[in-house]
């Protein structure tokens, strides 16, 4: 079973703002002009995770950063 409010990859909270209780996706981190989704990044998400779990900023940051 995939917990939607954990990063697939270091399992922390991803503090995911799309599914937060007042559901504010204008909040998410992931709207950050910062952060770049690249196909090598989505790549790195386990396959069973795939539309279920969001990254965490970390881990998004730190795969962004590898991948530049």
Do not use: M, Y
């Amino acid at each position: 079973t995939i917990d939607a409010t954990l990063c697939p990859l270091c399992q922390q909270d991803n503090r995911c703002g799309n599914i937060a209780p007042c559901n504010n996706q204008a909040s998410c981190w992931c709207r950050s002009p910062e952060i770049n989704f690249s196909e090598a990044l989505l790549k790195q998400i386990p396959n069973e995770a795939k539309g279920k779990a969001c990254l965490c900023k970390a881990c998004a940051l730190a795969l962004h950063n590898d991948a530049v």
